[in-house]
């Protein structure tokens, strides 16, 4: 309660004691109408070594550390998750090179079985680390793997193939690797043979040959170079990449796909792309931002055209953490499902005292919006096998200062769909477009204190008793020249007493027709400490991992919030909750 109020009242603790209706005003409290304190100054806890933070139904092994998501598939019934996995412990690999390919295995992308490593550093074409890399099936009945194999202590990296022992095993647990490996080196001019890594699945070219793209620095700057290959197992490399960019020195964590627009129905690469589908690179920039460009694969040139060539506004997959994401071709449904590495935020001795290290984010579906600008991701309707206990509310009013809290769900682990219609778009602040250079930034400086003329409004979650601690998620509704921009925010500056922890501000904007549509919407997964949250339709998705003390110290449920506080009414035609069961992981 007093965190909503330290959010929007600068720190003094109001409390209203009879109603779920919280009423915030901007200025002194009115005398009987609430009880006013002072916020309280516990001080900060270390208590971050709990086996409470970890997720209940977000993909993780039982122990150590996981990394970057490799090769996904779906074959013969089970979906296959493979994953970069150090079986020492929960300290990064990359100090050690014995990073392993981890595999999970599910027939529902809900419910796991972590079964031993399916690839292991024992040759001398993969002995100081077999790293990241793609699955694809090959003549619709033959999973291959590609991976990148770091051959010395420099760190130079080639690609190896790995087929799977016995493909009457349905989970596919043993792997042999390919007489020839490595199949593709880095002998190539101006290639640094340590930035070198990460092919993707493979597509079919109209030459009927397959083709895959490996992520590189080539003459200093980021190349996904393109190889061609009758038999996958024997490639050349094309004389020009698939794609170039001066945005980063290296592209890594590559995915080239295939979408048709407006249609939530994926695209298997293995097969005749149809006409008028887009295609998506996406790419690890930086070393940390996952982004993708939208364009045309031309296929006379073998070259991928972006639609826009302004890397300052290519968007990101995830604005939160979510990185090193990959997608396949679910072909159960036919649908095109992505998800992603999800750090810790605490220190690496934590990490170590904890056990483990890194989630992956909820798989989610993929697929290109009607106008060709945005991808859209929603949650897996797989996840809803795990609600229960539904909380319903509709035809709330939250006008400025009004916080409604949400009773009755597990605010640990729930699935929340909340609906905002706008009363009046007519006052909308004006849009600066230097905005979407640092969307973060602005997500800092107006934040869910500011008022606005239409926001901020969102939801308030993870909150201690003495709302010392709590998580904000929140819209800001801006008017541009042609249309209406939405800025998303998920604050986590005060989310962990912890001292030590990363807590940022993560924000992404997205634009949205008003005149058409009044109602934003707003979905946000609670798992201990995961919050994964999807604005307007999964338009802009921010991944953010969370510690709060009174999650430990306390032992109790945290509390949770709809809230207002702009001047403009903000009505809730439908406020939906769920608490989540645990997901089931087996070893």
Same mark, same amino acid.
């Given at each position: 309660?007093?965190?909503?109020?330290?959010?929007?009242?600068?720190?003094?603790?109001?409390?209203?004691?009879?109603?779920?209706?919280?009423?915030?005003?901007? $200025?002194?409290?009115?005398?009987?109408?609430?009880?006013?304190?002072?916020?309280?100054?516990?001080?900060?806890?270390?208590?971050?070594?709990?086996?409470?933070?970890?997720?209940?139904?977000?993909?993780?092994?039982?122990?150590?550390?996981?990394?970057?998501?490799?090769?996904?598939?779906?074959?013969?019934?089970?979906?296959?998750?493979?994953?970069?996995?150090? #079986?020492?412990?929960?300290?990064?690999?990359?100090?050690?090179?014995?990073?392993?390919?981890?595999?999970?295995?599910?027939?529902?992308?809900?419910?796991?079985?972590?079964?031993?490593?399916?690839?292991?550093?024992?040759? #001398?074409?993969?002995?100081?680390?077999?790293?990241?890399?793609?699955?694809?099936?090959?003549?619709?009945?033959?999973?291959?793997?590609?991976?990148?194999?770091?051959?010395?202590?420099?760190?130079?990296?080639?690609?190896?193939?790995?087929?799977?022992?016995?493909?009457?095993? #349905?989970?596919?647990?043993?792997?042999?690797?390919?007489?020839?490996?490595?199949?593709?080196?880095?002998?190539?001019? $101006?290639?640094?043979?340590?930035?070198?890594?990460?092919?993707?699945?493979?597509?079919?070219?109209?030459?009927?040959?397959?083709?895959?793209?490996?992520?590189?620095?080539?003459?200093?700057?980021? %190349?996904?170079?393109?190889?061609?290959?009758?038999?996958?197992?024997?490639?050349?490399?094309?004389?020009?990449?698939?794609?170039?960019?001066?945005?980063?020195?290296?592209?890594?964590?590559?995915?080239?796909?295939?979408?048709?627009?407006?249609?939530?129905?994926?695209?298997?690469?293995?097969?005749?792309?149809?006409?008028? %589908?887009?295609?998506?690179?996406?790419? $690890?920039?930086?070393?940390?931002?996952?982004?993708?460009?939208?364009?045309?694969?031309?296929?006379?040139?073998?070259?991928?055209?972006?639609?826009?060539?302004?890397?300052?506004?290519?968007?990101?997959?995830?604005?939160?953490?979510?990185?090193?994401?990959?997608?396949?071709?679910?072909?159960?449904?036919?649908?095109?499902?992505?998800?992603?590495?999800?750090?810790?935020?605490?220190?690496?001795?934590?990490?170590?005292?904890?056990?483990?290290?890194?989630?992956?984010?909820?798989?989610?579906?993929?697929?290109?919006?009607?106008?060709?600008?945005?991808?859209?991701?929603?949650?897996?309707?797989?996840?809803?096998?795990?609600?229960?206990?539904?909380?319903?509310?509709?035809?709330?009013?939250?006008?400025?200062?009004?916080?409604?809290?949400?009773?009755? %769900?597990?605010?640990?682990?729930?699935?929340?769909?909340?609906?905002?219609?706008?009363?009046?778009?007519?006052?909308?602040?004006?849009?600066? #477009?230097?905005?979407?250079?640092?969307?973060?930034?602005?997500?800092?400086?107006?934040?869910?204190?500011?008022?606005?003329?239409?926001?901020?409004? $969102?939801?308030?979650?993870?909150?201690?008793?003495?709302?010392?601690?709590?998580?904000?998620?929140?819209?800001?509704?801006?008017?541009?020249?042609?249309?209406?921009?939405?800025?998303?925010?998920?604050?986590?500056?005060?989310?962990?007493?912890?001292?030590?922890?990363?807590?940022?501000?993560?924000?992404?904007?997205?634009?949205?027709?008003?005149?058409?549509?009044?109602?934003?919407?707003?979905?946000?997964?609670?798992?201990?400490?995961?919050?994964?949250?999807?604005?307007?339709?999964?338009?802009?998705?921010?991944?953010?991992?969370?510690?709060?003390?009174?999650?430990?110290?306390?032992?109790?449920?945290?509390?949770?919030? %709809?809230?207002?506080?702009?001047?403009?009414?903000?009505?809730?035609?439908?406020?939906?909750?769920?608490?989540?069961?645990?997901?089931?992981?087996?070893?």
């Amino acid at each position: 309660m007093a965190m909503a109020v330290q959010v929007f009242l600068g720190g003094l603790a109001c409390i209203f004691s009879t109603s779920l209706l919280f009423q915030l005003l901007v $200025g002194p409290c009115r005398e009987g109408v609430f009880f006013c304190s002072q916020s309280s100054t516990k001080g900060p806890s270390t208590a971050i070594v709990s086996e409470r933070y970890r997720t209940a139904y977000h993909l993780q092994p039982p122990k150590n550390w996981i990394n970057d998501p490799c090769g996904p598939m779906y074959y013969n019934g089970i979906y296959h998750e493979f994953y970069q996995y150090n #079986p020492d412990g929960s300290f990064n690999p990359n100090t050690s090179y014995n990073i392993v390919w981890g595999h999970s295995v599910s027939t529902d992308l809900v419910n796991w079985i972590t079964l031993e490593p399916a690839i292991e550093p024992d040759t #001398p074409n993969d002995i100081k680390g077999c790293w990241s890399g793609s699955a694809t099936i090959v003549s619709g009945d033959q999973p291959v793997i590609i991976y990148t194999g770091v051959i010395d202590i420099e760190k130079h990296q080639v690609q190896n193939i790995a087929l799977p022992k016995n493909r009457s095993d #349905p989970y596919l647990r043993e792997w042999t690797k390919a007489g020839n490996n490595p199949v593709i080196q880095s002998g190539v001019p $101006g290639l640094n043979s340590g930035q070198f890594r990460d092919p993707t699945t493979g597509w079919i070219g109209p030459d009927g040959l397959w083709r895959i793209a490996v992520g590189a620095q080539l003459n200093g700057y980021g %190349a996904a170079l393109l190889y061609k290959s009758e038999d996958f197992l024997n490639w050349t490399r094309v004389d020009h990449p698939l794609y170039s960019s001066n945005a980063s020195i290296m592209l890594e964590c590559l995915d080239f796909f295939a979408v048709l627009p407006g249609s939530n129905n994926g695209l298997d690469m293995s097969s005749a792309i149809p006409n008028g %589908a887009k295609h998506v690179l996406k790419m $690890g920039l930086n070393f940390g931002e996952d982004v993708y460009v939208i364009g045309v694969y031309d296929l006379k040139r073998d070259v991928f055209v972006p639609d826009t060539d302004d890397s300052r506004l290519w968007p990101r997959i995830d604005y939160g953490n979510f990185y090193a994401s990959k997608t396949f071709f679910d072909s159960k449904h036919g649908r095109r499902i992505i998800w992603a590495w999800t750090t810790e935020t605490d220190s690496s001795s934590d990490d170590v005292a904890k056990g483990w290290a890194g989630i992956h984010s909820f798989p989610r579906t993929i697929w290109l919006d009607s106008d060709s600008k945005r991808l859209l991701q929603w949650p897996v309707e797989e996840i809803e096998s795990l609600r229960g206990n539904e909380i319903n509310h509709q035809g709330l009013d939250l006008k400025m200062g009004d916080l409604f809290e949400i009773e009755g %769900a597990d605010t640990l682990q729930a699935d929340i769909e909340i609906d905002f219609e706008l009363t009046s778009i007519d006052d909308a602040d004006p849009f600066d #477009p230097s905005w979407l250079f640092d969307a973060e930034k602005h997500c800092r400086e107006a934040d869910a204190s500011v008022h606005g003329s239409i926001g901020p409004f $969102g939801l308030v979650i993870l909150a201690s008793d003495d709302t010392e601690e709590h998580t904000v998620v929140h819209f800001r509704v801006y008017k541009s020249q042609k249309n209406y921009m939405i800025l998303m925010c998920s604050d986590l500056r005060r989310s962990s007493l912890t001292p030590g922890l990363d807590t940022p501000t993560y924000g992404g904007f997205f634009e949205f027709d008003l005149e058409k549509e009044r109602k934003i919407s707003l979905r946000t997964l609670i798992d201990r400490s995961a919050v994964e949250s999807f604005g307007g339709g999964g338009r802009v998705c921010i991944m953010a991992r969370v510690y709060p003390v009174s999650l430990v110290d306390d032992n109790r449920q945290p509390h949770m919030y %709809a809230f207002n506080n702009g001047s403009a009414t903000v009505r809730v035609p439908q406020l939906r909750a769920w608490s989540m069961r645990r997901a089931q992981v087996s070893v």
